[in-house]
């Protein structure tokens, strides 16, 4: 399978970790406020979206 496929997957466990951190303060308790937490999550939809799109591809790719 491609490279392409491990990389992206990579990536997204990255972007998950880097939300972890987004919505959790220095002393590891969440953040409470709706709008920091909607702005870390829609940054990490659109960043997942492009690795799936990726995953997607390396998939088609491997298949024909």
Same mark, same amino acid.
């Given at each position: ?10 990536? *997204? ?14 002393? +590891? +308790?969440?953040?409470? @406020?709706?709008?920091?937490?909607? #702005?870390?999550?829609?940054?990490? #939809? @659109?960043? *997942? ?16």
């Amino acid at each position: 399978m491609s490279s392409y496929y491990y990389l992206a997957c990579d990536r *997204i466990h990255q972007i998950v970790d880097d939300l972890y951190e987004a919505v959790h303060d220095e002393f +590891g +308790g969440p953040v409470e @406020t709706s709008d920091e937490v909607e #702005k870390a999550l829609g940054e990490v #939809k @659109t960043l *997942i979206w492009h690795e799936i799109d990726l995953i997607r591809s390396a998939v088609d790719e491997h298949e024909s």
